[in-house]
């Protein structure tokens, strides 16, 4: 399968692997190139624009609001060109507010958008053992579901676009209080 990978830091590096090992041929973007710049058996693409243009189905594992701000809304961005028939698979964890926008931009481009946020760290996502929360539109789900099967363990389809941030977001409060705690 062609896919493209939007953002390659730790957790992304470690899916860009796991994707290449099972079979897959990648495209993909980073916003520091020289961070991808050892890595082998990909494509690297100047623009998340370009990975778009090259592949149906991308992935984005971002790190935060203002990255993806950047791979979605700057001027080379996935929102930059038209998307029809194109699969955004957002992996990332953030607000339910801005997978909304997010979804939404996707689609006045005339693309599918689907969250994932994904439960687990670099190891798991290494071996393909992540806990994917997924919603959205249940076409783009069952589209989804073949490339988010070779990168979890266990996939919960939660309902509309807004609900898997909110489950990871619930999810991770324990955990920021206990890190917090030990100070």
């Known amino acids: 399968m062609l896919l493209g990978l939007i953002g390659v830091g730790k957790m992304g590096r470690a899916i860009c692997e796991r994707l290449v090992e099972k079979g897959n041929k990648l495209v993909v973007w980073n916003r520091s190139p020289e961070k991808i710049a050892d890595l082998g058996g990909?494509?690297?693409?100047?623009?998340?624009?370009?990975?778009?243009?090259?592949?149906?189905?991308?992935?984005?594992?971002?790190?935060?609001?203002?990255?993806?701000?950047?791979a979605y809304f700057d001027e080379a961005g996935l929102t930059s060109i038209p998307l029809n028939n194109k699969l955004i698979i957002e992996i990332c964890t953030t607000s339910p507010e801005r997978v909304i926008e997010l979804e939404k931009a996707i689609k006045e481009k005339g693309g599918q958008f689907i969250e994932a946020p994904v439960g687990g760290?670099?190891?798991?996502?290494?071996?393909?053992?992540?806990?994917?929360?997924?919603?959205?539109?249940?076409?783009?789900?069952?589209?989804?579901?073949?490339?988010?099967?070779?990168?979890?363990?266990?996939?919960?389809?939660?309902?509309?676009?807004?609900?898997?941030?909110?489950?990871?977001?619930?999810?991770?409060?324990?955990?920021?209080?206990?890190?917090?705690?030990?100070?």
């Open 121 to 183: 760290t670099v190891k798991p996502a290494r071996e393909g053992t992540l806990l994917g929360l997924v919603a959205g539109d249940q076409g783009a789900f069952e589209r989804a579901r073949p490339v988010l099967e070779q990168l979890t363990r266990r996939i919960e389809y939660l309902g509309k676009t807004g609900s898997a941030a909110a489950m990871k977001l619930a999810i991770n409060l324990p955990l920021m209080v206990y890190w917090g705690a030990l100070g």
């Open 42 to 70: 990909v494509t690297k693409a100047a623009t998340p624009a370009e990975v778009a243009l090259s592949t149906d189905i991308i992935i984005s594992i971002l790190a935060n609001d203002n990255a993806t701000q950047v």
